[in-house]
T-cell receptor
Framework: GAVVSQHPSWVICKSGTSVKIECRSLDFQATTMFWYRQFPKQSLMLMATSNEGSKATYEQGVEKDKFLINHASLTLSTLTVTSAHPEDSSFYIC????????????FGPGTRLTVL | LAKTTQPISMDSYEGQEVNITCSHNNIATNDYITWYQQFPSQGPRFIIQGYKTKVTNEVASLFIPADRKSSTLSLPRVSLSDTAVYYCLVRDNYGQNFVFGPGTRLSVLP
């Protein structure tokens, strides 16, 4: 149980294009999902907290107009990287909080974004 | 933001017990401590979670002292496949953010 999927697992795009990443909780409902970014050899950095039916909360320094987050259902959150640039190339990981268990997050497998 | 401190790296040999300690001085009263394992190019995998004293499951044990300002993940009899980065996760005492520690890179040698 508690499986989280991400799609796509990797994507290569040209600079200036937008990329959408999906995060799904497959066997549970998640009122809260999180988006992280991880650069090589570094720890995960929280980008934003996504709550179902409301606006996402972004961490300081994360541009909300560049990283659009939508959490339209209890099993799906999407992250859209708009007008991507090479510096946006990174490993993006989502997690979902299992409803009723406050402090347990289950992570997706990650999405490798490469912007040329 | 609360900070967590872990050793940057550890080496061990197959079959040994490995203990990784995380310091989290600003942990909130109601927060749990959670440890994750991460392999390269994969999302973190849940290992164990605890609030106080000792928790044990089929893969690890977690020791938490009374003041809860640190925790120790214990991996019994490690194998080569346990080579990974291990993170402890607590909730910031001053907000709602989950804070990842810097991670400990464990290398298990034959």
């Amino acid at each position: 149980g508690a499986v989280v999927s991400q799609h796509p697992s990797w994507v290569i795009c040209k600079s200036g294009t937008s990329v959408k990443i999906e995060c799904r909780s497959l066997d549970f409902q998640a009122t809260t999902m999180f988006w992280y970014r991880q650069f090589p050899k570094q720890s995960l950095m929280l980008m934003a907290t996504s709550n179902e039916g409301s606006k996402a909360t972004y961490e300081q320094g994360v541009e909300k107009d560049k990283f659009l987050i939508n959490h339209a259902s209890l099993t799906l959150s999407t992250l859209t990287v708009t007008s991507a640039h090479p510096e946006d190339s990174s490993f993006y990981i989502c997690s979902a909080r299992l409803a009723g268990m406050v402090d347990t997050q289950y992570f997706g497998p990650g999405t490798r974004l490469t912007v040329l | 933001l609360a900070k967590t401190t872990q050793p940057i790296s550890m080496d061990s040999y197959e079959g040994q017990e490995v203990n990784i300690t995380c310091s989290h001085n600003n942990i909130a009263t109601n927060d749990y401590i959670t440890w994750y394992q991460q392999f390269p190019s994969q999302g973190p995998r849940f290992i164990i979670q605890g609030y106080k004293t000792k928790v044990t499951n089929e893969v690890a044990s977690l020791f938490i002292p009374a003041d809860r300002k640190s925790s120790t993940l214990s991996l019994p009899r490690v194998s080569l496949s346990d080579t990974a980065v291990y993170y402890c996760l607590v909730r910031d005492n001053y907000g709602q953010n989950f804070v990842f520690g810097p991670g400990t890179r464990l290398s298990v040698l034959p």
